[in-house]
């Protein structure tokens, strides 16, 4: 395999010193981008997961349109609760339904650890065309869900601010809680495996709802299973945790042997590097929010956080995923403020 004409991602994943900070964006595949609305139009959101082609299109939009360094497979977190044999329906403006949740024992008996060949195969053959149709230019990131947050969606049977049927869950069946975590972890490992295997460079393991875990519960529910997916990951490929709202534990997620972590807006870069520690990769931390903005406010604060983290070991990013009511220009105004940002010095 000849290598990647630009490697700045995995590089910087690895502590490498390099010419620029790179930059994507967390969910850079979606609604804001008209040539997505087209096909989302004409096919339904499990459609387009499931054929390689329309993956593959999805995932290539945004390096070609927005120009960012590296490409995010088109999926969704949900494909691994459905390969364990629950329903998930993708509503129209409604977000994710899963209509059979899990609350009982019985509910546990219905669902498996699937083999992942089977049942994510397509997955596989998506990131086959996509790694084909990149032709190199920059690299693929895999990713799946941590365990937390797809048992909040798994329990709650849809999205929440609060994810209180799922946090009682835990409090009042906590054998049957960490059953399941298990399993979705050895879900995801095999599934993670397979992503590499098929060709992704790097993994981010989505924590969504990780803030929403005091600190005793975020390591006993959360991280002790993201801490079992990075062990088995990180010799295959550098493994990115991004626990949304978790910054109290950013010192154990170092800890794990993840390359890199991804941090959102509410916290102050440096603040997050103390925590951190010195060597890890951090990643983010724009307010996508602020991408609604002038294109000179969006100039201004990404120079403000450019210096906040200051060169190296800094992927550039948003603290969450991009809204679908921002433009393009704006999109592609905070990749390019990134890409020409100087460090004084
Ligand atoms: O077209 C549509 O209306 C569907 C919107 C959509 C899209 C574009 C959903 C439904 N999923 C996706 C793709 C997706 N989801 C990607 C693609 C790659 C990319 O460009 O980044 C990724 C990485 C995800 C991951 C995902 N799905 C997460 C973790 C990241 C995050 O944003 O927190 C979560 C929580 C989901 C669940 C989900 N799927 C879709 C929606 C609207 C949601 C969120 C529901 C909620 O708010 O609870």
């Not at 990131?127 to 990131?141: A, S």
């Not at 803030?211 to 993201?226: A, M, R, T, V, W």
């Amino acid at each position: 395999m000849s290598s990647l004409k630009n490697d700045l991602i995995l590089k910087t994943l690895r502590g490498e010193q390099t010419e620029r900070t790179p930059v994507w964006m967390m969910r850079q595949a979606g609604r804001y981008l008209p040539e997505y609305m087209v096909l989302r139009k004409k096919y339904s959101f499990f459609e387009r997961c499931q054929t390689p082609e329309l993956a593959c299109e999805i995932t290539l939009q945004p390096v070609d349109i927005v120009g960012v360094d590296a490409a995010i497979l088109f999926s969704d977190i949900l494909v691994v609760p459905q390969a364990m044999g629950l329903e998930v329906q993708m509503v129209e403006s409604k977000g994710p339904i899963l209509p059979d949740p899990i609350k009982t024992t019985n509910d546990l008996n219905r669902i498996i650890v699937p083999d992942v060949n089977e049942t994510l195969g397509y997955v596989f053959d998506a990131i086959k065309l996509i790694k084909q149709e990149l032709n190199n230019r920059v690299p693929l990131i895999g990713f799946a869900g941590a365990p937390w947050t797809l048992l909040c969606y798994m329990v709650q049977g849809k999205g929440s601010k609060t994810f209180d049927e799922a946090k009682e869950f835990c409090y009042t069946q906590p054998a049957l809680a960490h059953q399941l975590l298990q399993m979705i972890t050895d879900t995801t490992i095999a599934y993670l495996k397979g992503q590499i295997a098929a060709g992704a460079d790097t993994v981010q393991i989505f924590d969504s709802w990780g803030g929403l875990l005091s600190p005793d519960d975020f390591e006993n529910i959360s991280l002790k299973y993201i801490r079992q997916i990075v062990a088995a990951l990180k010799d295959e490929a550098p493994v990115i945790v991004f626990a949304k709202g978790a910054w109290h534990s950013l010192d154990s997620m170092a800890a794990t042997g993840a390359a890199g972590l991804g941090i959102d807006w509410c916290i102050k870069p440096q603040l997050a590097r103390q925590f951190a520690g010195k060597n890890i990769t951090l990643q983010g931390n724009f307010d996508p929010a602020r991408l609604l903005g002038p294109i000179s406010e969006i100039q201004k604060e990404v120079k403000k956080m450019m210096n906040a983290f200051g060169p190296g070991n800094h992927i550039a990013n948003l603290g969450h995923g991009i809204l679908p009511n921002v433009l393009v220009s704006h999109a592609k105004a905070f990749v390019d403020a990134v890409k020409n940002h100087q460090f004084e010095n």
